[in-house]
């Protein structure tokens, strides 16, 4: 790794003068690997074989296309930057750790320019370190939104969360929204009170050193008196599944990648609309959001004309051509200012509400790893807490978890661990391990049914987890967990 991060310095120095210099100078044939999401690897081959017979400057691309989901593809760099895809798609909020890890190339100051006027503010902003763009914007449209079944929700009741629940206790039908599941669908409550949990890293870019987080807060009580009206509701199900619909729900929170889902299952009954307000103490609060975007990124290569001609075919992908095609094929929401303005998007009643709940959402930020698992319990705590006080002691509990996070040794930052579903635990409990020599081993043995799950992390966050996709117990057994940190391995160890 060290002899590829020096070579990727020569590599740098010489990219900054392919960027004056001629366009013949980028000529050639390059075989590279470029991973996307499954559902557009037949059309990122078509728009690659259509830059290589209209661009201008002799580049060809042998391209090998692979499914890597947004999800896993800084997780699979990271582990082997070398080993990466060329030109990976991956979620804003891995950006931090992939600039970490040396696995995105810096677009040149031209480039950065011509992106950065052509894609909305906040996408860019989501791709930049300090002054520097390490990425491409790829869409705009990772929020999430309300879609109903206009035969159980009348479209009178759509902004009211009370008149929804219900509309659908009435019906007997399920009113889909992760309150217990996912700490990014949660906070939305936290945001209709006014709460932040904002982050700060040290100039290196490499730890998080303070937060200023107000869920507990007076607004934040508020706010969990609010969605304890939701978990409590028998007809709540903790879930952003377009399926739901198809086992009796009347209501999914989630976002435009459900569109056409939902639209195969409620046809004309189909319903679109922002999320709901909520009253507590006779004011109303409008549910919130996080938004975010997806970005396009080019690993730094050892061959500067290579990574110059990778650069080339990152603008045209992310470029105005390019998303509206992926908005017409597969209803990816354009970052590019002047797709967005299309007749077609903005007639799109997905990309509609997502615009509508727009001003009551919340850019994604940098957040520590950790938040993820400590935020995501108040919703459990919520649905169990029988009074106001139970209800404070839920928003204590989460402040203290937040508070520990600073007090963490750098042994435990450093220690690995095993989560899952172990012990029929549901992913909340990091179950130690003792290193030697690079090779992390459970402290125990545990029973294992088939199919359990889980994945190592180090620090219990899910800045570094292996692997990719979660390890599924294949044979029911009592074993050990046994992780090499060298070479990112996990395996079973009977005992």
Request: negative net charge.
């Given at each position: ?258 569109y056409t889902a939902v639209q195969e299952i409620l046809g004309e009954n189909m319903g679109v609309a922002d999320l709901p307000s909520f009253e507590v103490d006779g004011q109303s609060y409008h549910i919130g959001s996080f938004n975010g975007c997806k970005l396009m990124g080019v690993k730094p290569q050892v061959d500067a004309v290579k990574a110059a001609a990778l650069h080339q075919l990152a603008q045209y992908l992310t470029g105005e051509k390019c998303q509206l095609e992926r908005f017409e ?99 909340t409990i990091d179950l130690p391990m003792t290193n030697t020599d690079g090779v992390w081993v459970t402290d125990e043995a545990y029973a294992m049914e088939a199919g359990v799950e889980f994945k190592v992390r180090q620090g219990k966050a899910w800045d570094n987890a292996f692997p990719a996709d979660n390890f599924k117990v294949e044979a029911a057994g009592t074993y050990k967990v046994q992780f090499t940190e060298a070479t990112g391995a996990v395996e079973l160890i009977a005992q």
């Open positions: 790794m060290k002899k590829f991060l020096v070579l990727l310095l020569a590599a740098m120095m010489v990219f900054s003068m392919f960027t004056t210099a001629s366009a013949s100078s980028l000529a050639g044939t390059y075989d590279i690997t470029v991973w996307v999401a499954n559902e557009i690897v037949d059309l990122t081959k078509a728009q690659i074989e259509e830059f290589n017979n209209t661009n201008e400057m002799g580049i060809k691309f042998n391209a090998t296309i692979e499914a890597v989901s947004e999800a896993d593809a800084a997780t699979q760099m990271i582990t082997d930057v070398a080993a990466g895809g060329d030109i990976f798609c991956f979620a804003q909020d891995q950006f931090a750790r992939l600039v970490q890890a040396g696995a995105l190339a810096k677009l040149g100051a031209r480039a950065g320019e011509t992106v950065g006027a052509a894609n909305s503010a906040g996408v860019v902003a989501a791709a930049t370190a300090g002054d520097t763009l390490y990425a491409y914007p790829l869409t705009a449209d990772n929020g999430y939104f309300m879609y109903y079944d206009k035969t159980v929700i009348p479209e009178e009741h759509i902004d009211s969360l009370e008149a929804i629940i219900a509309d659908c206790e009435a019906a007997q039908k399920y009113f889909a929204f992760e309150m217990q599941t996912s700490a990014w669908y949660l906070a939305s409550f936290f945001f209709a009170t006014g709460c932040v949990s904002e982050w700060t890293m040290d100039e290196a870019g490499k730890e998080f050193v303070s937060v200023r987080d107000t869920f507990n807060s007076p607004e934040g009580l508020i706010a969990v008196k609010g969605m304890k009206k939701l978990v409590d509701s028998p007809f709540h199900l903790s879930s952003s599944q377009a399926s739901e619909f198809s086992s009796g729900a009347a209501v999914v929170v989630t976002g435009t990648w459900s094929k597969h209803a990816w929401g354009p970052s590019n200012l002047n797709a967005q303005a299309s007749d077609a998007v903005q007639a799109n009643p997905g990309l509609v509400a997502l615009n509508a709940q727009a001003p009551y959402s919340l850019p994604q930020g940098q957040i520590h790893g950790s938040w993820w698992d400590i935020a995501k319990v108040i919703g459990d705590d919520v649905k169990a807490a029988k009074d106001e006080a139970g209800l404070q002691a839920a928003l204590d509990n989460y402040y203290n978890k937040i508070a520990a996070l600073f007090t963490m040794t750098a042994e435990e930052k450093n220690a690995w661990g095993v989560i899952g579903s172990i012990n029929g635990d549901v992913w």
